[in-house]
């Protein structure tokens, strides 16, 4: 039943092969923790009070209650699914109230540090060094996730429309614009891509020096190094260039809905962080700036 699981989020949810590899091992996680195969043992038999020992196991282990609820979700999905399927006749985990957790603010870049990220005096004037500013400043001018910026293809970039065409979870498309600046660097960076050796068939937006296709961690150890020169944050990841892009439209006065059409979010609530994190300078400048304070 876990293989005909994991095929079902990845034909009919759309979910990505590292969000689905993640539900499997929670998954294979409980039933190990239960003593069960989740591929030939009956599931009627587990209950509520098996799920709750262990939450209590993994949090005792010094899981946060931020990776414990994900597993919940993981495990909750997994009974929906066996429930719709008439394997169960009830689900468990809807007696199962998940541990509360204090909201993480996201980690963003000041927009001193973003300018000197994307100065392009850092980088160097070849084809990698073209790239690399482009793929930092992507992040920064649209706030894409990586798995989108690995995805873009030649044909998502409409120079006519000055926009972006975004496949994002759950395969739903979106356009982004582009800003002038943005859209005069990706034609700058398709002249020096031209010169590479490459199979005209080719169609992914950012190769490797190869001129092959880039994938995920490439991109992040560009990201890791170019904002380690320029920020003392902890995570240095593609994910705080999103943050970053996020912060400071909501910053310059930009509305939560727009953002959340931007980011591709699918409902405000995963938008809505990003206003703790403005409260959060208000509050500093207050302190700093008024004679009260």
């Known amino acids: 039943m876990l293989a005909s699981f994991l095929k079902y989020l990845k034909v009919e949810k759309g979910y990505s092969a590292h969000t689905i590899r993640s539900y499997g091992d929670d998954v294979k996680q409980f039933f190990e923790f239960c003593g069960y195969d989740p591929e030939k043992d009956q599931f009627n038999g587990i209950t509520h009070r098996q799920v709750r020992y262990w939450l209590s196991s993994l949090l005792s282990q010094g899981y946060t209650t931020r990776s414990a609820n994900r597993k919940l979700s993981s495990l909750r999905t997994f009974f929906k699914y066996l429930l719709r399927e008439g394997i169960v006749k009830s689900n468990p985990l809807c007696r199962i109230i998940p541990p509360k957790s204090g909201k993480r603010l996201p980690s963003f870049l000041g927009e001193n540090e973003m300018n000197k990220v994307i100065n392009k005096d850092r980088y160097e004037t070849d084809y990698s060094g073209v790239r690399d500013r482009l793929i930092i400043v992507l992040f920064y001018f649209t706030g894409i996730r990586l798995s989108e910026l690995v995805g873009l293809t030649l044909d998502k970039v409409d120079f006519s429309s000055q926009s972006i065409k975004v496949l994002g979870k759950g395969n739903k498309e979106r356009i982004i614009p582009m800003h002038p600046e943005l859209t005069k660097l990706i ?53 705080v260039l999103r ?51």
Do not use: C
């Not at 727009?258 to 405000?268: F, T, V």
């Not at 409260?279 to 009260?292: D, G, I, M, T």
């Open 187 to 239: 034609s700058e960076y398709l002249e020096v891509r031209e010169t590479l050796e490459l199979n005209k068939s080719e169609k992914s937006l950012f190769l490797t020096d190869k001129g092959k296709p880039i994938y995920p961690r490439m991109v992040y150890r560009i990201v890791k190094s170019n904002l380690s020169e320029v920020t003392t944050l902890e995570k240095k990841s593609p994910h």
């Open 243 to 293: 943050h970053t892009f996020a912060t400071h439209l909501l910053n310059q006065g930009a509305e939560l809905n727009a953002i959340k059409d931007l980011l591709g979010h699918a409902n405000l609530s995963a938008t809505q962080i990003y206003t703790h994190s403005s409260f959060e300078k208000l509050k500093k400048v207050y302190k700093q700036a008024h004679p009260r304070a």
